[in-house]
């Protein structure tokens, strides 16, 4: 089955997305060459390399070999996993000096912190910032080597440059 977006094929994250399985078997060409789809195109031989995933881009802001601004970008288009509550919405801690919501890089991280059996759901980090709550920060990988912290004005800063970027 062809994804829905070209995004899975090549390894970009999304999350409304189906993703490519690399198990299953794609089809070939048709008569006369042409793929299926209609768009008589092959799938290129060299596929654009995909962007790093959040946990290398985590190591690597933390340890000072990636800028904020590519973090950021690293950010807004990769998967977050967030545990969650009977009710929709995210989940915050209020033991800390400001709230701040638990957010993971991976199911494995968020499956430390929360436990086996936990619900979560998955966006995208720039539905993150979009969505947030104001006078809120995250958490990122909360018991991982690399927790990252982003108070309440680190996240206002995230969504400022997110806006300069979109609107010039």
Same mark, same amino acid.
């Given at each position: 089955?062809?994804?829905? $977006? ?19 078997? *794609? ?7 042409? *793929? ?6 092959? !799938? ?13 881009? @985590? ?11 590519? /973090?950021?970008?690293? /950010?807004?288009?990769? =998967? ?10 995210? %989940? &915050? %801690?209020?033991?800390?000096?400001? !709230?701040? +919501?638990?957010?993971? $890089?991976?199911?494995? #991280? %968020?499956?430390?912190? &929360?436990?086996?059996?936990? =619900?979560?759901?998955? +966006? $995208?980090?720039?539905?993150? +910032?979009?969505? %947030?709550? $104001?006078?809120?920060?995250? @958490?990122?990988?909360?018991?991982? #080597? ?9 996240? #206002?800063?995230? @969504?400022?440059? &997110?806006?300069?970027? *979109?609107?010039?």
């Amino acid at each position: 089955m062809w994804p829905t $977006t070209l995004c899975g094929m090549y390894g970009y994250q999304n999350a409304g997305a189906q993703q490519y399985d690399s198990s299953q078997q *794609m089809p070939g060409p048709m008569p006369g060459g042409q *793929m299926p789809g209609g768009y008589g195109q092959q !799938p290129p031989l060299y596929p654009e390399p995909s962007p790093p995933s959040l946990a290398d881009a @985590v190591r690597a802001f933390t340890t000072g070999s990636m800028t904020a601004e590519d /973090f950021q970008q690293a /950010f807004a288009t990769s =998967k977050v996993y967030c545990p969650r509550g009977d009710n929709p919405g995210f %989940l &915050a %801690l209020h033991n800390t000096q400001q !709230p701040v +919501i638990p957010m993971f $890089t991976s199911l494995k #991280e %968020l499956r430390r912190y &929360a436990g086996k059996e936990s =619900k979560y759901f998955v +966006i $995208t980090g720039a539905e993150v +910032i979009d969505l %947030l709550p $104001t006078g809120y920060g995250f @958490v990122l990988d909360m018991e991982g #080597e690399h927790r990252m912290v982003f108070d309440a004005k680190a996240v #206002e800063q995230m @969504v400022e440059f &997110a806006m300069r970027r *979109m609107y010039g």
